[in-house]
């Protein structure tokens, strides 16, 4: 038997064979006689491939919905880059080489361009180049894309591209893992949205060799079982057993109350990140969004979304929690989500630098057209604004000022708007939860981020992987600062939620009640199990 650990995107568990795939093809160099022909050629594979990426995106959004979908359009738009199609051009009519040697080279070197870039999101850019040239080359080599058996499987690869892992069938493939992967990539957020379980970063011991025998996916451990022996495939059953038994257990929750055996009711909201985050929060029976994050409209473009597009945004999501009340939380970029349009010097430690709030401030037009998208929306739902990095009370006054002058904006305009929402901020700095009685007194409530502040208190980079051993988020000077900003919270009148990580983690929920948390935002996946954990108590 062989054990392998990786990182999982997906809780479940999974039982099959292992199919190994490459989408990677031998290319090979070949002078052509008919440069003009070969160029024709290269054409009209870029028109099909954009073909293929729109039918893509059509069936994609029944499958991820809209937000995630949005990756094929993207990349669809890489194949229009000048920069891609001149060089590719070039090869061809000044070498006089095969179009597959030419999108291959330039396809490969132009991603590799991209990953050696600092920023997480533009290093994404460079999956999504591969996955375009791969597409290029499977049109130009007559393939039609995944070649996989019809009987039920799990599929092992080095790494998987978005377009690939959207085709996968729930009814054929179990389950994924890879050698590579990022739980961050397209990919992984793909294989949470369909609910496959995978697991990624399983190291070369995951070996082609491998093909054809059994496995087991355990999607709670990260651990993939290659061969397993009796007792472990024992194991694994009762596992998956005990899981398929819990998972229709807590479908029994739908409808029912987040209160405590003694009487305490806690709202239980859900995070999101787009559009599909929303739905699954309303399949789930969540009380409403506990963070919607805004940053998703800003990474996706290249250049500043503007107010309608925002309001149509934000309108549909109010419109799709039908009166449930949703925190938006203003955008959160900068740091580890630069956007190219912007333009921002690379500092030296980004996670302190000029980020979320603080480029609210210094850019006062991008913050607004922001306000007055998110005011007008509220007419539609129950909205509440949230700003995230606040350190001072300076800053909270700074932000009234803008709030003013984007409601006499729309007001000039004879815009409608809904002129009183409840607006909150993120407590993620030890400053903010150190001044919390302060803050208190200015705001209608507060959010705790446990992610960032974990990361500012205990002065660590949380997207330093090496780093990831120090990062405890159960740290008691992290809990200290939450119980701080609770009590000041309630002595100021005004509600409290927790919604980082450490909101879905069923080993505090008791410890948050007993500090007086009366809301908690986990990742729609989490809504049953915490209910069932509030109810226990």
Same mark, same amino acid.
């Given at each position: ?54 039918? $893509?995106?059509?069936? @994609? ?33 000044? +070498? ?8 291959? /080279? ?44 019809? +009987? ?15 085709? *996968? ?12 992967? @990022?739980?961050? #990539? ?47 495939? &024992? ?7 005990? #899981? ?15 209160? /405590? ?47 309608? &597009? ?13 009166? &449930? ?43 607004? /057209? ?63 939860? $150190?001044? #919390? ?15 960032? *502040? ?28 939450? +119980? /701080? ?45 915490? &209910? ?6």
């Amino acid at each position: 038997m062989l054990t392998l650990q990786g990182k999982s995107v997906y809780r479940d568990i999974c039982i099959g064979r292992l199919v190994f795939y490459s989408g990677q093809r031998e290319i090979g160099r070949v002078t052509v006689e008919d440069r003009e022909a070969e160029l024709l050629r290269f054409e009209k594979a870029l028109l099909a491939a954009k073909c293929q990426l729109r039918d $893509l995106y059509r069936d @994609s959004v029944k499958v991820v919905g809209e937000t995630n979908a949005e990756i094929f359009r993207v990349q669809e738009m890489l194949l229009d880059e000048e920069e891609y199609r001149s060089s590719v051009r070039r090869m061809i009519g000044e +070498e006089g080489v095969n179009a597959e040697y030419a999108v291959r /080279t330039v396809g490969d070197k132009m991603a590799r361009e991209l990953h050696s870039v600092e920023d997480i999101y533009i290093r994404e850019r460079s999956q999504d180049l591969l996955d375009v040239t791969r597409r290029v080359l499977n049109v130009l080599s007559g393939g039609i894309g995944l070649d996989l058996p019809q +009987e039920p499987f799990i599929l092992a690869a080095e790494d998987l591209m978005p377009s690939e892992a959207v085709q *996968l069938s729930g009814d054929r493939v179990l389950g994924f893992v890879l050698s590579k992967g @990022s739980t961050h #990539s397209h990919t992984a957020i793909l294989a949470r949205s369909m609910g496959v379980p995978a697991l990624m970063k399983l190291g070369d011991a995951l070996d082609p060799e491998c093909d054809g025998k059994q496995a087991v996916i355990d999607g709670f451990a990260g651990v993939l079982y290659i061969d397993p022996d009796e007792a472990s495939m &024992r194991a694994m059953e009762e596992k998956k057993r005990e #899981s398929d038994r819990r998972r229709l257990q807590l479908r029994e929750l739908l409808g029912k109350e987040n209160i /405590t055996r003694d009487g305490k009711t806690v709202k239980l909201f859900a995070n999101a990140g787009n559009l599909a985050d929303v739905e699954a929060a309303c399949a789930n029976d969540a009380g409403g969004i506990g963070l919607l994050r805004s940053e998703i409209l800003y990474l996706e473009s290249d250049s500043a979304p503007d107010e309608e &597009r925002q309001f149509a945004f934000y309108k549909q999501v109010l419109e799709k929690m039908n009166g &449930r009340e949703v925190v938006i939380r203003t955008f959160d970029i900068g740091a580890d989500k630069r956007v190219r349009w912007l333009h921002q010097e690379r500092a030296e430690n980004p996670a302190l630098g000029m980020r979320a709030i603080r480029l609210g401030l210094e850019k006062p037009e991008l913050l607004k /057209t922001q306000l007055r998208a998110l005011y007008r929306a509220g007419v539609y739902g129950n909205l509440r604004i949230m700003y995230p990095m606040i350190t001072s009370v300076g800053e909270v006054v700074q932000l009234r000022k803008l709030e003013r002058q984007a409601k006499s904006e729309l007001e000039s305009r004879g815009a409608a708007y809904a002129e009183k929402i409840p607006t909150g901020i993120m407590v993620e700095t030890p400053a903010a939860a $150190l001044l #919390s009685d302060l803050l208190a007194k200015e705001v209608d409530f507060f959010s705790v981020g446990t992610n960032d *502040l974990t990361q500012y208190t205990l002065a660590l980079d949380r997207q330093d992987e090496g780093l990831e051993r120090f990062g405890d988020p159960e740290h008691r000077a992290v809990l200290r600062l939450i +119980e /701080t900003v609770a009590r000041n919270a309630h002595a100021a009148g005004i509600w409290i939620g927790v919604c980082g990580e450490l909101a879905a983690d069923t080993a505090f929920t008791e410890e948050f009640l007993q500090m007086g948390i009366d809301e908690l935002s986990v990742s729609p996946g989490m809504i049953l199990e915490m &209910r069932q954990k509030i109810r226990e108590l």
